[in-house]
C-alpha cells in the first residue's frame, strides 16, 4: 500500500494530501475542493507526527481519530463549532486522560474538524489502515 501522507498547512484551512516535493518545500493538494498549492518546509505538520499529550503518554494523532472512528462507526462526529463544554465533553469520552493543562479546547476543535474532513471525503478508512499497517510493521521490525 502506498503511503498515504495527510498534511496541515499553517495559515490555510482544512487538510491537503502530500503529491510531491522540490527543493523549495511541497505540492499538495486539498482533500476538500482538490487544488492544488505549493506549500514552504517551514508551514507543514504531516498527521501522522502529531501526537496528544495525556498523563501518561504521547498518543498518536491516527490512534485518536481511530478512537473517534470507533465511537462513531467512522461517520462524521459533532461540529468542530460545537461549544468549549461540548467539545471537552466528547473529547473525554474519548481520550479521557488527555491532559487538560496541554491540550486546549481550541486544538480539540481542529481534531474534530479534520477528522470531520477526512470521514466526509471518504478517506478515513484507508488513513487508518496505512497508518495501522505502519504501526504493525514498526512493532514486528523492534521485537526481532
Known amino acids: 500500500m502506498d503511503e498515504l501522507r495527510i498534511i496541515s498547512v499553517s ?6 494530501k502530500l503529491l510531491s516535493s522540490t527543493k523549495a518545500g511541497v505540492i499538495v493538494e486539498s482533500l476538500t475542493d482538490k487544488k492544488r498549492i505549493m506549500a514552504p518546509f517551514t508551514s507543514i505538520s504531516a498527521l501522522d507526527e502529531i501526537a496528544i499529550y495525556t498523563y501518561e503518554e504521547e498518543v498518536p494523532l491516527w490512534k485518536v481519530f481511530d478512537k473517534i472512528a470507533e465511537k462513531e462507526n467512522f461517520q ?18 474519548v481520550l479521557p486522560d488527555f491532559d487538560e493543562e496541554q491540550v486546549y479546547p481550541s486544538h480539540i ?3 474534530v474538524q479534520w477528522y470531520n474532513i477526512l470521514s466526509e471525503t471518504g478517506i478515513l478508512k484507508e488513513f487508518l489502515a496505512n497508518k495501522k499497517e505502519n504501526d504493525e510493521d ?5 521485537e526481532n
Not at 462526529?77 to 473525554?92: A, G, P, V
Open 76 to 93: 462524521p462526529t459533532i461540529s468542530h463549532k460545537s461549544s468549549k463544554d461540548e467539545l471537552l465533553k466528547f473529547f473525554r469520552e
Open 138 to 142: 514498526h512493532t514486528d521490525n523492534t
Open 11 to 16: 495559515g490555510k484551512p482544512g487538510l491537503y
Open 109 to 111: 476543535k481542529k481534531i
